[in-house]
Nanobody, 118 residues
């Protein structure tokens, strides 16, 4: 059974940091590019960061470049998102999934909420 379980979100002050984790199961994680997405109420889910199957290449949305870092541990079927210098506009529900296009997506997990507020 395919499963994506996100964790690590929370309430943080502007300028703070968080590291999100996503544990995957039910598919060949080490053969899969992975991505982080985020969504706020009333808006579509947007791509935040992506990483190739071997971790060699990464890509980021312009709004998070220089502040977020995606990484992965294939031995633990886990993808991470390190977020520093967080801004209120980073507040969202964060999800991980396979790939960067809809035809690759697996069933979405529950996400993890990030709230940046003073």
């Amino acid at each position: 059974q395919v499963q994506l379980v996100e964790s690590g979100g929370g309430l943080v002050q502007p300028g703070g940091s968080l590291t999100l984790s996503c544990v995957a199961s039910g598919f060949t994680f080490s053969d899969s590019g992975m991505s982080w997405y985020r969504q706020t109420p009333g808006k579509e889910r947007s791509l935040v960061a992506s990483i190739t199957d071997n971790g060699q290449y990464t890509n980021y949305a312009d709004s998070v470049k220089g502040r977020f870092a995606i990484s992965r541990d294939n031995a633990k079927n886990t993808v991470f998102l390190r977020m520093v210098n967080l801004k209120p506009e980073d507040s969202a529900l964060y999800y991980c999934n396979r790939g960067t296009t809809a035809f690759l997506w697996l069933p979405w997990g529950q996400g993890t909420q990030v709230t940046v507020s003073s």
